[in-house]
C-alpha cells in the first residue's frame, strides 16, 4: 500500500519511545490541554444554549409571539383584523387583549403592575396561561365579566400579601374630576387566581383579568389590540414583516424577539465571550505544540540531516514535522468532542453528584429552574472543534517549517 514517506516518519516519530522523556511528557500535557478546553467549550456552549431555550419557551408561552396594535389609542375593528392576520398560513391563533399600566394596594402594600385584559374563551390560542394556573380551576371560572375578578402571578401576590379571595385596589393613573377636584380612579377586584410562569417579569409585574373589566376600567371603547401564535416562534421576525403589507400602515406589528430584545442581546454577549474566555483554554494548550516541536526537531537534527542527504526536500521535512503535530491536535479533539458531548448530555446527573459536596448550584427561587438545562446544538459543536483542529495546525507551523531550513552540514558536524 502506497504511503508517503513524511507522512510514515511522522507517524512513527509520533509513536515511537522518546529518549527525551520531557518532549512526551508536554505532548501529553498538550493533549490533555486540548481535550479539557474543547470539553469545557462544549459542556458551557450547550448549558448556556439550554438556558437560552428554556428561557425562550418561557418567555413565549406567556408572551404573544406577535402582536397587531392600532396607531390610536384603542383598536375597534379587531375581529377584521384578526380574521386578516389568521390567513397568514403560519399564524395559528389570534386573540385581543387590553392592556395599561395601574398601582396595585393590598394590605398597606402598593406597587405598579401591568394588567392585560382578555377573553377566556379566545386567550388559549395565543398563551399557555390556562395551564399556569394555581389555586384556581380555568380561566372560564376565574374571569367572569362583570364580576371584577383578577389573576395576579405568583410573586406580584407575594409582594402584595394577597391570597384567592382577598380584595385589591387597581388605581388608574388618569384622574376623574369631581366637586372636590381631580380624583384618582380606582376600583377594587376580587383575587380569583394565581399564576406562575417562572419569568420574574411576568410572575411579579402582570396582573390578568377580563377584557370588558379592564375596558371599563381604562375608559377603552376597543382592544388595545391582537395577540398572534406563530407555528414557528424562531420565523416571527419574517412572519411580522409579511403581516406588516397585509395590515397596511394604520397598524404597527411586533414580535416577541423585538419586545424581548434586551435579554436575548444581553445572552448573545454572554455566549460569545464565555466562548472567547474558554477559546484561551484551547490556543494555551495548542501552542504547548510549539514547545513540543521546537524540542523534537533540536532533537532529530541529525535525523533531519540524513533525510536531507538521502534527498528529502525541505518540503517533505516540513510535512513530517506537520504530521505529529497535527495528530497531536487531532487526537486531543476527538478526545474533547467525545468528552464534552458525553458530559453535556449528562450534566443533570453530574451537577445533582456535585450538588452533594458545594451544596445546590441552581436555586429555583432565583432562576426558577430546579435542574441544570443542557441543548446540544451541531453547528456549534461543529465550530468548536473546527476552531481546535485549527489552532493545532496553526501552532505546528512554525516549528516544521524551523525544521525544513536545517542544515545538513552543521546538523551532521557534531554527530
Known amino acids: 500500500m502506497f504511503q508517503p514517506y513524511p507522512l510514515f516518519i511522522g507517524l512513527r516519530y509520533t509513536r515511537a519511545k522518546r529518549r527525551n522523556h520531557f518532549i512526551s511528557f508536554i505532548s501529553l500535557i498538550s493533549i490533555v490541554g486540548i481535550a479539557l478546553g474543547v470539553t469545557a467549550l462544549i459542556t458551557v456552549t450547550s448549558v448556556m444554549n439550554g438556558f437560552e431555550k428554556e428561557m425562550t419557551e418561557r418567555i413565549v ?19 377584521s383584523v384578526a380574521n386578516e392576520v389568521s390567513q397568514h398560513p403560519e399564524v395559528l391563533g389570534a386573540a385581543p387583549y387590553v392592556e395599561g399600566q395601574v398601582m396595585l394596594v393590598h394590605n398597606g402594600r402598593s406597587t405598579g403592575s401591568l394588567i392585560r385584559g382578555i377573553l377566556p374563551s379566545q386567550e388559549g390560542k395565543v398563551s399557555e396561561l390556562n395551564d399556569k394556573l394555581e389555586r384556581t380551576e380555568s380561566l372560564n371560572v376565574a374571569l367572569v365579566p362583570g364580576e371584577f375578578g383578577m389573576l395576579l402571578g405568583s410573586d406580584l401576590a407575594g409582594y402584595l400579601g394577597a391570597i384567592v379571595g382577598d380584595k385589591v385596589t387597581v388605581i388608574t393613573p388618569e384622574a376623574s374630576v369631581t366637586p372636590m377636584g381631580f380624583v384618582p380612579r380606582l376600583k377594587r377586584f376580587t383575587v380569583t387566581g394565581i ?9 411579579r409585574n402582570l396582573a390578568v383579568m377580563h377584557a370588558e373589566d379592564s375596558a371599563k376600567l381604562l375608559k377603552q371603547d376597543g382592544v388595545t389590540g391582537v395577540r398572534l401564535k406563530l407555528a414557528n416562534t424562531r ?4 412572519v411580522t414583516n409579511d403581516l406588516r403589507q ?6 404597527y406589528v411586533t414580535d416577541w424577539t423585538q419586545q424581548n430584545a434586551n435579554y436575548f442581546l444581553a445572552v448573545k454577549m454572554e455566549k460569545t465571550m464565555m466562548f472567547i474566555i474558554l477559546s484561551l483554554i484551547v490556543a494555551v494548550a495548542a501552542f504547548n505544540i510549539v514547545s513540543t516541536l521546537v524540542m523534537m526537531v533540536q532533537d532529530k537534527q541529525a535525523d533531519i540531516a540524513i533525510l536531507r542527504t538521502q534527498g528529502a526536500s525541505p518540503k517533505a521535512v516540513m510535512m513530517t514535522f506537520l504530521v505529529q503535530g497535527t495528530l497531536i491536535g487531532l487526537v486531543g479533539t476527538i478526545v474533547g468532542f467525545f468528552g464534552g458531548v458525553a458530559l453535556a448530555s449528562n ?5 445533582p453528584f456535585i450538588e452533594r459536596f458545594t451544596g445546590p448550584v441552581l436555586n429555583p427561587e432565583v432562576y426558577y429552574i430546579d435542574k441544570m438545562p443542557s441543548d446540544i446544538r451541531w453547528p456549534s ?7 481546535s483542529f485549527c489552532l493545532s495546525v496553526l501552532a505546528t507551523l512554525y516549528p516544521a517549517w ?11 558536524s557534531y554527530e
Do not use: K
Open 61 to 79: 408561552g406567556a408572551s404573544s409571539h406577535a402582536t397587531v396594535m392600532g396607531l390610536g389609542e384603542s383598536m375597534d375593528d379587531w375581529e
Open 235 to 238: 420565523r416571527a421576525p419574517l
Open 402 to 412: 524551523r525544521a525544513s531550513q536545517t542544515d545538513p552540514a552543521s546538523a551532521l
Open 246 to 251: 397585509s395590515v397596511g400602515m394604520n397598524y
Open 347 to 351: 450534566i443533570d446527573i453530574v451537577v
Open 195 to 203: 399564576f406562575r410562569f417562572g419569568m420574574y417579569q411576568f410572575d
Open 381 to 387: 459543536v461543529f465550530n468548536i472543534v473546527m476552531m
